[in-house]
């Protein structure tokens, strides 16, 4: 399997928000690599300094007098404010001692000096760590902080970047060396003095149970757990495996092996070389050049189950069909833009003679589905071709990656690609599109915060030079509206259209009796005007529909209700909405007896016809409310009283105030 080098990504997780649909974009060219005294074939990521310049390395270059130079280089790119880039050499790794082919960079905290590794040279001639640090006027100073070889176990070989933790500490991966020479994961300390100290964290099994020959960057997780990727192993026929590194007791690292890949021409992913991503929820993805369902490639995700185990699941399977060519062979990982959507590249596949393509995997209601954002081209004369390391992304969204061959010295470029533009939301129509009468307000709609709305009515698409929406629409007459919205930061959404057929409104029904406050029920009748309409209504107070009851006879109205309705009629638009409001009072209260002169004291009762309502009284001559007593049974009179009661029930007015006076010789 084909293998380039891989940088540490390192991605702010405060970038623009970018949506997931986007119109077709061009690709930029920065910089053409190949020419005389310029590194050649770069295959590893770019990193930004606080400036906005971007650094890399590549495997190759030309000196000035156009010998090659096989041992790699270390360069920036500058903006220079005409649009163009211009490229500075920072060190050619021309000799042993200093090491040779290097394998991306990053930044210190303070983006000042610069680190990465080489995969040989050294003192050993088993690969280095390296510091460049600005030395003044513009040149760089390499520093060899590690080479690697020294004991026979020590590692050897690394073939990717590395990252710092937080105390300053550099940690990294080679593809051989340690107990089994099957590679080791490890860590360099900065000691007094401008030195460091290397340590050997863990030694990849001589079985390949544990995976064999890591090859991509380590990441972090927010507890300080280490996640990186092995090129091979896992099982006997394992292509690949994710683990995990925690810190124990007593400093021990320990390693767990998460996922292991499946064999080629498998259902699932194998042969990951691109590294490792971790998202806000803890799950971890990465691209696999190879395997998938196809078998050419997959991004894939791991997420964190009970009981320590992970769950791993195929996000996407690169086909390389399709109307719009899908990529083959993703050989760079994936980096996160601010609202969750994956970015990335495949070495080949796509539209022209398998060149590569840009990517976005788009996250949308927990599924994900890919957009070719970009198609190289061999075939373009300046164009670019066969990425293989991961994109950058900057503060505005901006994509920036670097292509292994072509361009106007066929030596690679490194490339930018705008930032995905969100397209504007489709635009609404209320009311729906239906049958209405003559004279119906259609207002339009749409989400996008300042959007301009354009539309037309004669059945053409409309563009801005349409007629632009500033009030309803009053439609007259059967026509079908169309729009679109346009706004600044987006692309043109999509045209939506609505048909309204406009029709005599069927007569709106007549409710009777009238509106108003009553003592007792009432029936209510419905009619309308208009011949063989049929009435739909509710008595709930909320707008009727044809889904609602059909009227087919008197309602009877016991409680205070609001009764409203529509009519619709064959040929006609439905009616407008009748609404009438009817109160029920509670029946007054019956006072037994109802007063009088007696001679004797008396037993007096209260009842009410209302079903389920609630009397309260007072035996003063006050008026009684519900803060008075309830009546529950039978009250003796046995002096001179005034009995008042109100009766309370549930949907109804209050009752009549009923009054009974007793004197008792």
């Known amino acids: 399997m084909r293998h380039h080098g891989a940088a540490t990504v390192i991605f702010a997780l405060a970038i623009l928000a970018v949506a997931a649909s986007v119109a077709a974009a061009q690709e930029t060219i920065l910089y053409d690599f190949g020419a005389a005294g310029t590194p050649t074939t770069p295959n590893t990521a770019l990193v930004f300094d606080a400036d906005g310049n971007l650094y890399g390395t590549a495997p190759g270059g030309l000196a000035a007098n156009g010998s090659v130079v096989n041992s790699g280089v270390a360069y920036e790119l500058s903006p220079n404010g005409e649009g163009a880039w211009t490229e500075k050499q920072l060190f050619v790794f021309s000799e042993k001692s200093s090491g040779l082919t290097p394998n991306g960079l990053i930044f210190d ?30 040149t760089w100073k390499e520093t060899v902080l590690c080479s690697f070889g020294a004991t026979g176990s020590d590692g050897n070989a690394p073939q990717a970047g590395l990252v710092f933790d937080s105390f300053g500490n550099l940690y990294g991966t ?3 060396g340690g107990t089994d020479n099957q590679g080791v994961v490890f860590e360099l300390s900065p000691l007094s ?5 290397e340590s050997v964290l863990y030694s990849f099994l001589a079985n390949g149970s544990d995976g064999e020959s890591p090859r991509s960057n380590l990441i972090f997780d927010a507890n300080g757990s280490l996640y990186g990727t092995t090129h091979g192993g896992g099982s006997s026929l394992g292509q690949g495996t994710v683990f995990q590194l925690s810190l124990g007791g007593y400093g021990i690292w320990a390693e767990h092996v998460l996922h292991t890949f499946a064999i080629e021409h498998t259902s ?27 078998s050419n490639g ?13 769950t791993e699941t195929l ?57 070719v954002l970009y198609d190289f081209d061999d075939h373009a004369m300046n164009d670019g071709f066969n990425p293989a390391s991961n994109l950058t992304l900057d503060a505005h969204a ?29 635009p609404t129509f209320s009311p729906v599109a239906g049958i209405y009468a003559p004279g119906t307000a259609v207002r339009i709609l749409d989400s996008t915060p300042g959007a301009d709305i354009y539309y037309t009515t004669d059945g053409d698409t409309p563009t801005e030079t349409s007629t632009k929406y500033k009030e309803p629409i009053e439609v007259s007459k059967t026509e079908t509206i169309k729009a679109v919205a346009f706004a600044t930061g987006y692309t043109e959404s999509a045209a939506s259209s609505a048909k309204y057929t406009i029709e005599p409104a069927t007569a709106e029904p007549m409710i009777s009796p009238a509106a108003g406050k009553y003592t007792k029920p009432q029936t209510v009748r419905l009619t309308d005007k208009t011949a063989g309409a049929a009435i739909y209504y509710t008595t709930n107070g909320t707008v009727p529909t044809a889904e609602s009851k059909r009227y087919t006879g008197a309602i009877t109205v016991s409680a205070n209700e609001t009764v409203k309705a529509i009519a619709v009629a064959s040929e006609h638009a439905k009616s407008t909405v009748a609404s ?37 009284y007072t035996t003063t001559g006050a008026t009684p409310t519900t803060a008075s007593k309830k009546y529950t049974g039978q009250i003796t009179v046995s002096a001179n009283e005034t009995i008042k009661a109100i009766a309370i029930a549930a949907d109804h007015a209050p009752s009549a105030e009923a009054t009974a006076k007793f004197t008792i010789n």
């Open 298 to 310: 997959a991004v894939y995700k791991l997420s964190p189950a009970s009981g320590g185990t992970w």
């Open 315 to 371: 996000v996407y399977s690169f086909n390389g069909t399709g109307s719009n060519k899908d990529g083959i062979s993703p050989d760079g990982g994936v980096v996160f833009d601010a609202k969750g959507n994956l970015f990335g590249t495949t070495f080949n596949g796509g539209t022209y003679n398998s060149d590569g393509t840009i990517y976005e995997l788009i996250l949308s209601g927990g599924s994900w589905t890919e957009k």
């Open 109 to 138: 905290a303070k983006k000042i000096n610069l680190y990465g590794t080489t995969q040989s040279g050294g003192a050993n001639n088993r690969g280095t760590v390296f510091e460049l640090s600005p030395n003044g006027g513009g």
């Open 398 to 426: 901006n994509l920036y990656g670097v292509s292994t061959k072509g361009g106007t010295n066929s030596e690679g470029t490194a490339f930018k690609f705008p930032a995905p533009v969100p397209k504007a939301a489709t």
């Open 268 to 294: 699932d992913a194998s042969d990951p070389v691109g590294g490792l991503v971790i998202d806000k929820a803890g799950n971890l993805y990465g691209a696999a050049a190879s395997g998938g369902v196809h």
């Open 193 to 197: 003095g401008g030195t460091w100290t």
């Open 174 to 176: 080679t593809e051989s």
């Open 580 to 616: 009438v409001a009817y109160i029920i009072d509670t029946a007054t209260p019956v006072i037994a007896p109802n007063g009088g002169t007696f001679t004797k004291a008396q037993i007096v009762k209260i009842t009410d016809a209302t079903a389920g309502s609630a009397i309260y």
